[in-house]
């Protein structure tokens, strides 16, 4: 009987013998382009990593603007509040300014004792007072001898009378005031035909 010279290698060392044989068939030619590969891909690499890094300070550039803006105009929004409180708060007191001699001299009015027509000159007096309070802050009556005018007149009464025009106004229950071209209050009217 003969001796068999061939050895029997086990899974994985066979493979590695495979292996080595497959790198052993591998030219030099093919290792330089591999190497040439592995230099280009190492460069695209750094390429990438710096395009990253120049992306993320971009981010955090524009993460930081962004808090920066929303916080300016947080602080506008909260100034332009105050502001415009402010605003209405001088408003009100120019307008109450004007106002108090009125209230002054009605209380006045209210404490004498004197004759009827004492008390009404007083009053009339006090309603002289208070329109020339309104023509200070620039309000004035809603004029309704022009007819009946929808923007500035609120009709709660109509009558057909024929000694009356088209649309002219009867009776005004309630005097309409305005302020430029802003009704302050509408003229609550009667109109005929």
């Known amino acids: 009987m003969e001796k068999s010279n061939d050895v029997k290698y086990d899974d994985a060392q066979q493979a590695e013998i495979l292996e080595d044989q497959e790198f052993e068939g591998i030219d030099e030619e093919e290792i330089v382009s591999l190497e040439g ?8 690499n750094r390429k990438l990593l710096d395009e990253n890094n120049k992306l993320e300070n971009e981010l955090s550039a524009m993460k930081e603007r962004i808090v920066r803006i929303t916080a300016e105009y947080d602080n506008f929004r909260k100034r332009t509040a105050k502001e415009k409180e402010g605003i209405y708060t001088d408003a009100c007191e120019d307008v ?17 004792n004197g004759s009827i027509e004492d008390i009404k000159k007083g009053i009339d007096m006090t309603i002289r007072q208070f329109n020339d309070s309104l023509s200070k802050l620039q309000v004035e009556e809603i004029p309704t001898d022009q007819g009946f005018d929808p923007n500035m007149h609120n009709a709660v009464m109509h009558i057909e009378d024929e000694n009356f025009g088209e649309k002219a106004v009867v009776e005004v229950f309630q005097k309409g005031y305005k302020r430029g071209e802003k009704v302050l209050r509408y003229s609550m009217v009667k109109v005929a035909n």
Do not use: G, I
Not at 37 to 44: A, H, R
Not at 96 to 112: G, I
């Open 37 to 44: 590969l592995v230099e280009e891909l190492q460069s695209s």
């Open 96 to 112: 109450l300014k004007n106002m108090f001699p009125v209230l002054d001299n009605l209380e006045r009015a209210s404490n004498v």
